[in-house]
Nanobody, 125 residues
């Protein structure tokens, strides 16, 4: 199985920045589309951002557009969101996901084949 391991979560003040990382196993990492989702307590899981394979098309949820930037380093099998201007409503458990359909940047979690265990981001006011 492909393993996805998130890291970089933590506590940050509103207006601050944070960069998360998702490290993936497998030689075919560069063929996957990668995405981040998040889920706050009592709320549905929601799409955050996605990046396709070597074409590197990106997609963002409206709630984070202009504040978050997703990128990938295929040599390191790693994908990042750079999260800026953080708000308390960004507080959630953030999940990394991988899609074998590497050309897609789908906002639906049903499209993704592999999931990490999540990393907690807490934004204080």
């Amino acid at each position: 199985q492909v393993q996805l391991v998130e890291s970089g979560g933590g506590l940050v003040q509103a207006g601050g920045s944070l960069r998360l990382s998702c490290a993936a196993s497998g030689r075919t990492f560069s063929n996957y589309a990668m995405a981040w989702f998040r889920q706050a307590p009592g709320k549905e899981r929601e799409f955050v951002a996605a990046i396709s394979n070597s074409i590197a098309n990106t997609a963002y949820a409206d709630s984070v557009k202009g504040r978050f930037a997703i990128s990938r380093d295929n040599a390191k099998n790693t994908v990042y969101p750079q999260m800026s201007s953080l708000k308390p409503e960004d507080t959630a458990l953030y999940y990394c996901a991988a899609n074998r359909a590497g050309w897609r940047t789908a906002p639906s979690g049903n499209e993704y084949d592999y999931w990490g265990q999540g990393t907690q981001v807490t934004v204080s006011s």
